[in-house]
């Protein structure tokens, strides 16, 4: 932009926290808002869409998984967090009530909804579905793996996530094996497991980062809990 200091210098982040700079993004706001935007009501799509039909490269690929892992390990949360410590003026979360409308942000018609079942019937199952482990969740858990067990887990961490310290309030927390081992109480693993809010849990589910859960709870167990995981019961094992 004609005028203006150059993005990243100390004359720049003056500049951008003065009324002028102020005034020129609101003009140029309303100048591209609503139908005067060139965008209003196009949907890119299929052929329209000009990523269509092209494939990234295996370095954008690992670029963009080393990104989410990097947040996964922690740059952007609490503090690392943009927005941390900053909440929505009542203006905008006015405008933001009323963008919605009381409405789902896609509406879809019967007939979509009807295209959309028969075309994701039969699909997505079994060997096609991304969730795929190769038919573990159909293999039996350990005997000793019950109710009362699973509740010494949860007494011991207090009835908390251990993750994101949501407490257990109507359901309970699920008890998640470090190890991603069903047999763990029952071979010669160590036994470790960590009670997790559903939100959580979910999270441990891609196979792809399962080294990073497993390392991530275990060193959690070993560094804060001494090792142990659930309340024992005098003279039992697990």
Request: with cysteine.
């Amino acid at each position: 932009m004609s005028g203006s200091p150059k993005r990243g210098t100390p004359e720049y982040e003056g500049w951008i926290k003065t009324p002028a700079y102020t005034a020129m993004r609101e003009r140029c706001r309303e100048a591209s808002s609503g139908e005067r935007n060139p965008m209003y009501g196009v949907r890119l799509y299929g052929e329209l869409n000009h990523a269509f039909g092209k494939h990234l490269l295996e370095e954008t690929k690992r670029k963009i998984s080393d990104a989410h892992k990097g947040i996964l390990k922690g740059v952007r949360v609490g503090e690392k967090h943009p927005f941390f410590g900053k909440h929505h003026s009542a203006e905008a979360l006015q405008k933001m009530s009323e963008s919605h409308g009381g409405k789902r942000p896609h509406e879809y018609t019967e007939e979509c909804r009807k295209n959309m079942s028969r075309n994701r019937t039969g699909k997505c199952v079994g060997p096609d579905n991304h969730f795929w482990k190769g038919g573990i969740s159909f293999e039996p858990y350990c005997p000793k793996f019950t109710k009362e067990f699973k509740e010494r887990v949860r007494a011991f961490f207090g009835h908390r996530c251990v993750e994101c310290g949501t407490p257990q309030n109507g359901k309970k927390l699920s008890i998640h094996h470090v190890n991603f081992n069903k047999k763990t109480c029952c071979d010669n693993s160590i036994p470790l497991f960590v009670p997790l809010c559903v939100s959580c849990h979910a999270k441990t589910s891609n196979t792809k980062i399962r080294g990073y859960w497993q390392q991530h709870f275990t060193e959690l167990i070993n560094g804060q809990y001494g090792g142990s995981c659930y309340l024992m019961r005098q003279g039992t094992t697990p």
